[in-house]
């Protein structure tokens, strides 16, 4: 069975850090590309990021780069997102989502990220 | 950026009635990269079909894709009670990967 467990979420003010992991198992993790999806309250859902198998290409989303990087250790079976420079405007549930290069197949149950003074 | 328009914003039916959600793009999505997922109240989204068409894995067929080019619909032929959710369009076409606002389909 397909599972993605993030964790790292919590309370952060604005142009602080936080780094975001994502366990994946369930699946050979280091044949699938990976993304990063967010999802601000109440709020559609934002793609954010994604990154090829062996982590050589990654692109972001105009609203995040620059301030975010994804990254991942197939070794360990676990992706990551690096975020800096944090804005309100990033506070969202972020979810880790395993899939091809387009569409994402699998979703975790996501952590929220606030970004508050 | 490719920009996607769903619409209507919010579907009223009753169950057994036939929803048409629309999903217009900005420009061409490539090759039909188009999926729709759907996601209820705290939940993660679903996949529920991908490349225009293809249905998912265990996604009932009375669920279906179709369009081309800049216009796309998910058509669901007998709303069944769990089928009330929020609907996502997503293109992957472009190396900027984009949503629709979503369409919630409501029990009316």
């Known amino acids: 069975e397909v599972q993605l467990v993030e964790s790292g979420g919590g309370l952060v003010q604005p142009g602080g850090s936080l780094r975001l992991s994502c366990a994946a198992s369930g699946f050979t993790f280091s044949d699938t590309w990976m993304h990063w999806v967010r999802q601000a309250p109440g709020k559609g859902l934002e793609w954010v990021s994604r990154?090829?198998?062996?982590?050589?290409?990654?692109t972001y989303a105009d609203s995040v780069k620059g301030r975010f990087t994804i990254s991942r250790d197939n070794a360990k079976n676990t992706l990551y997102l690096q975020m800096n420079s944090l804005r309100a405007e990033d506070t969202a549930v972020y979810y880790c989502a395993r899939g091809g290069s387009g569409y994402q197949t699998n979703w975790g149950q996501g952590t929220l990220v606030t970004v508050s003074s | 950026e490719i920009v996607l328009t769903q619409s209507p914003g919010t579907l009223s039916l009753s169950p057994g009635e036939r929803a048409t959600l629309s999903c217009r793009a900005s420009?061409?999505?490539?090759?039909?990269?188009l999926a729709w997922y759907q996601q209820k109240p705290g939940q993660a989204p679903r996949l529920l079909i991908y490349?225009?068409?293809s249905r998912a894995t265990g996604i009932p067929d009375r669920l279906s894709g179709s369009g081309s080019g800049t216009d796309f619909t998910l058509t669901i032929s007998r709303l069944e009670p769990e089928d009330f959710a929020v609907y996502y369009c997503?293109?992957?076409?472009?190396?900027?990967?984009?949503f629709g606002g979503g369409t919630k389909v409501e029990i009316k």
């Open positions: 997503q293109q992957y076409g472009s190396s900027l990967i984009t």
């Open positions: 490349g225009a068409s």
């Open positions: 420009q061409t999505v490539n090759s039909n990269y």
């Open positions: 990154i090829k198998t062996d982590g050589t290409y990654t």
